[in-house]
Nanobody
Framework: VQLQASGGGLVQAGDSLRLSCAASGRTFSSYAMAWFRQAPGKEREFVARVNWSGGTTYYADSVKGRFTISRDNAKNTVFLQMNSLKPEDTAVYYC??????????????????WGQGTQVTVSS
């Protein structure tokens, strides 16, 4: 599976952005998909995850209520709708795919494939 993230940009606090992650391959619907982010000088952190069907989602506390993860298996794409953006949301955002069913959803090492990242910058 190859992943291509897009949709990042420079926005002001309070604005919205929608990230997309397009996947190649016929097995996209077999994977749980997630978004992580990494700010300069910080470790990569979990943002959100959606299961293979789109019926179950998980969020980091820091984004709960503001971000929504979704997927369209017919289009091999996962989305991250980000509302009410804050300066602390500034980071490179990565999409990731996992075949593993696990309770450790926030562990980057359990994801099999990664996209190249897209920069999100939120000014105050």
């Amino acid at each position: 599976v190859q992943l291509q993230a897009s949709g990042g940009g420079l926005v002001q606090a309070g604005d919205s952005l929608r990230l997309s992650c397009a996947a190649s391959g016929r097995t996209f619907s077999s994977y749980a998909m997630a978004w992580f982010r990494q700010a300069p000088g910080k470790e990569r952190e979990f943002v959100a995850r959606v299961n293979w069907s789109g019926g179950t989602t998980y969020y980091a506390d820091s984004v709960k209520g503001r971000f929504t993860i979704s997927r369209d298996n017919a289009k091999n794409t996962v989305f991250l709708q980000m509302n009410s953006l804050k300066p602390e949301d500034t980071a490179v955002y990565y999409c990731a795919a996992s075949l593993v069913t696990t309770s450790n959803i926030a562990t980057p090492g359990l994801y099999d494939y990664w996209g190249q990242g897209t920069q999100v910058t939120v000014s105050s």
